[in-house]
Nanobody, 126 residues
Framework: QVQLVESGGGLAQAGGSLRLSCAASGITFGYYAMGWFRQGPGKEREFVAAVSRGGGNTDYVDSVKGRFTISRDNDKNTVYLQMNSLNADDTAVYYC???????????????????WGQGTQVTVSS
C-alpha cells in the first residue's frame, strides 16, 4: 500500500518560513521523481516544485523561485519543501506526489504523477 504523508503545514506570518515534509512508504522511493503541488481557495491545483529521482535536478514555478527549495533524502524516503519569505498568495493546501520517471527528468504536470498525499494546509497571514 502506497502512502505519501505530508506534515509541517500550519499558520505563518507574511515573511515567515515553513518546512513541509512528505514521507513515502510502499514504493521504491529512489525510482520516483517527487513533486509539490498546491491548490489555493477558488483556484486550480498548480505545480510548485519537483525534484528528479536522484535529487540532481529541480524545477519551480516562477512565483516561488528564490523563496522555496525542494530537496529529498532517499535514505529516509522523504521529500522536503523549505518555504521562505511567505506571502498571502502562498496560502493553499500543499500536496506531494510521486511519479515514476527517468533519472534526470523533473515532471511538472499532474498526470505525470501516480501517487498523491492527502495534503497539508498552509495559511499565511498578512
Amino acid at each position: 500500500q502506497v502512502q505519501l504523508v505530508e506534515s509541517g503545514g500550519g499558520l505563518a506570518q507574511a515573511g515567515g518560513s515553513l518546512r513541509l515534509s512528505c514521507a513515502a512508504s510502499g514504493i521504491t522511493f529512489g525510482y520516483y521523481a517527487m513533486g509539490w503541488f498546491r491548490q489555493g481557495p477558488g483556484k486550480e491545483r498548480e505545480f510548485v516544485a519537483a525534484v528528479s529521482r536522484g535529487g540532481g535536478n529541480t524545477d519551480y514555478v516562477d512565483s516561488v523561485k528564490g523563496r522555496f527549495t525542494i530537496s529529498r533524502d532517499n535514505d529516509k524516503n522523504t521529500v522536503y519543501l523549505q518555504m521562505n519569505s511567505l506571502n498571502a498568495d502562498d496560502t493553499a493546501v500543499y500536496y506531494c506526489a510521486a511519479g515514476s520517471s527517468s533519472r534526470n527528468y523533473v515532471p511538472k504536470r499532474p498526470f505525470d504523477y501516480t501517487y498523491w498525499g492527502q495534503g497539508t494546509q498552509v495559511t499565511v497571514s498578512s
